[in-house]
Nanobody
Framework: VQLQASGGGLVQAGGSLRLSCAAS????????MTWYRQAPGKERELVAT???????NYADSVKGRFTISRDNAKNTVYLRMNNLKPEDTAVYYC?????????????WGQGTKVTVSS
């Protein structure tokens, strides 16, 4: 079982990116997933969460700019990031509670780097 994060890159301020986090292996699905980010020299912070019922929660700093969504058929969660700012530069990590034969199991993706130039 693993989480694979992708979609990071270099973008100019005002641009957009879409991050993906795909779960694979012997799972029944994703219960809920959270995107975190960690900027250089700073602590990891929560960016957005989506629950099994598709309820969402966002950090104040990204509200109105970022959208988290999920495709249950693909066991994938997305983070659409619009109007990116230099302060969004960070490594983004996905964290998920996956539904497995052993119940809910927590996994972390490997991180994908987002760099926003001014």
């Amino acid at each position: 079982v693993q989480l694979q994060a992708s979609g990071g890159g270099l973008v100019q301020a005002g641009g957009s990116l879409r991050l993906s986090c795909a779960a694979s292996g012997s799972i029944f699905g994703i219960h809920h997933m959270t995107w975190y980010r960690q900027a250089p020299g700073k602590e990891r912070e929560l960016v957005a969460t989506i629950t099994s019922g598709r309820n969402t929660n966002y950090a104040d700093s990204v509200k109105g700019r970022f959208t988290i969504s999920r495709d249950n058929a693909k066991n994938t969660v997305y983070l659409r990031m619009n109007n990116l700012k230099p302060e969004d530069t960070a490594v983004y990590y996905c964290n998920a509670y996956l539904i497995t034969s052993r119940g809910l199991q927590e996994y972390w993706g490997q991180g994908t780097k987002v760099t926003v130039s001014s």
